[in-house]
């Protein structure tokens, strides 16, 4: 798995992959492991195609299968789908 660490730096802290230094010096260690998390959540990107537009993206997983332009339109249109759908039903008397 990902062999990334936080370690002490002079006055602040950095990114270790093994023995080697891969960042700058982060203020303070919850900074760094933010940081961390975030390269590992990126290194474990998948390449693959939006079920949309067929782009090529970095997913998460199978539950990510809509690049990020896609599911930017789809929110609009998802708004405009719940103003629909939250409409009154049919009154009938
Ligand atoms: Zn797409």
Redesign the pocket.
Known sequence: MSDLSVKRHGLGYCIMRGDEKISGTFASGDCAEMAVDRKRRKEALIDL???????H?GSEGAHNR??????A?EGEHAGAYTLVRSRPLAVTS
Request: proline residues 7%; hydrophobic residues 20%.
């Open positions: 195609p939006c079920i949309t537009c067929g782009t993206f809509m690049c990020d332009d896609c599911r339109n």
